[in-house]
């Protein structure tokens, strides 16, 4: 018996032994990787030769950093395929999306381990069509458009006709029309495809003066709930002006504790417990937590990822639901975003408008976390 033991014994050593080796090489080789994919990581910039043939202006990042490493320079203007329309750019807008300049470690492995593989900033565009691919029937040259596409701060913008681009309604300007694809579609998702929005219900709009909140603020009246939205002092009176029929000032009051109850909280802030939220949720209440992936990236995403996460987990043990989500841009719900513009039951709010060869500043004012609505770039 003590021999057949120590046999058994021996094994387990050699298993322990080279167990532990190959989790040491397979740790070694990992970080071997990562750091070969750190240091060959690379961008336009660094495959830049000459001047470009055809040129426009664009914003671009060579690194990551704050606003100071965007750069206006000179790029290849695109030229559209046959299923592609180019939009010659009259006005941008930033979201929060933006900040990810900064390379957040915890997306890096998406956007470039050393630089970010994508040099081009912005998405939000609205502008005229300039030219059209010969498979384009939905559009035509002097259309003016609004939509999404990566790198929209620039002077054109290629997009395929059957993605995120829609007719801009008439009485919308181009401002205004360039600060909705991406906030107003996060909004409109959220609340109606998240929270299941109904007539009737009790809406509650945490952050309803920024980009996203002001859209839902309106989006949410537009199906027919009792809205109340939570702001500063000073934002009160404009969230009461486009539709909230109640506000609340969160720096004199917490809305967590009232007795209050509501069917849906669209959450823009994750300033509050699982428990505070639940709370104040109807027995089958839903809470949607925009803030992560649906509004953007911001400083200290990391720790909020993890709350709007228990949150999600908590939920699951309780008749209340917490979700969380990644809007999607899409032509028909632009369209339909248009139409409530054309109807006048959403209009942008716009704080401050930048010329191009200003977006690192409109980016510093948009860091600061207290804009009003959506900050909005001029092409000239």
Known sequence: MEGTSLVTHMKLKRI????????????????LVGF???WRSTNDCDRKTGAPANPMK???????????????????????????????????SLNPL???????????????MRKPKDTRLGVDYAGTVEAVGKNVTEFKPGDEVFGGKNGALAEYVCVLASRAVALKPANMTFEQAASVPVAAITALQGLRDKGKIKPGQKVLVNGASGGVGT?????????????????????????????????????????????QRYDLIY??????????????????????????????????SAGRLL??????????????????YIANLNEADLTILADLMRD????????????????????RYLETGHARGKVVVTVE
Not at 71 to 92: F, G, I, M, R, S
Not at 232 to 258: P, Q
Not at 271 to 286: A, C, D, K, W, Y
Not at 344 to 363: E, F, Q, S, W
């Open 267 to 300: 959450d823009l802030v994750g300033n509050h417990s699982f428990s505070e939220r639940q709370r104040i949720l109807n027995p089958n209440g839903i809470c949607v937590m925009a803030g992560i992936g649906g509004a953007g990236w911001h400083d200290g």
């Open 16 to 31: 322990l032994r080279w167990g532990t080796r190959a989790i040491l090489v397979a740790l070694i080789l990992t970080f």
């Open 215 to 259: 859209f839902a603020v309106q989006i949410a009246k537009s199906f027919g709930t009792e809205v109340t939205g939570v702001c500063s002092t000073r934002n009160l009176e404009m969230v009461r002006s486009i539709g909230a029929d109640h506000v609340i000032d969160y720096t004199k009051e917490d809305f967590t504790k009232t007795d």
């Open 344 to 363: 006048g039951k959403m209009t942008p709010v716009i704080d401050r408008t930048y010329k191009l060869n200003k977006t690192p500043d409109a980016l």
């Open 36 to 38: 070969i994919a750190y």
């Open 98 to 112: 933006d900040l990810t300049i900064r390379g957040p470690l915890l997306i890096r492995p998406i956007l470039g």
């Open 58 to 92: 664009a914003i671009v990042h060579c690194e990551y950093g704050g606003p100071e490493v965007l750069t206006l320079v000179d790029v290849e203007k695109p030229v559209p395929t046959d299923n592609q329309v180019l939009v010659k750019v009259h006005a941008a």
């Open 307 to 324: 709350g709007e996460l228990n949150a999600y987990v908590g939920s699951w043990f309780v008749s209340q639901k917490f979700i969380t």
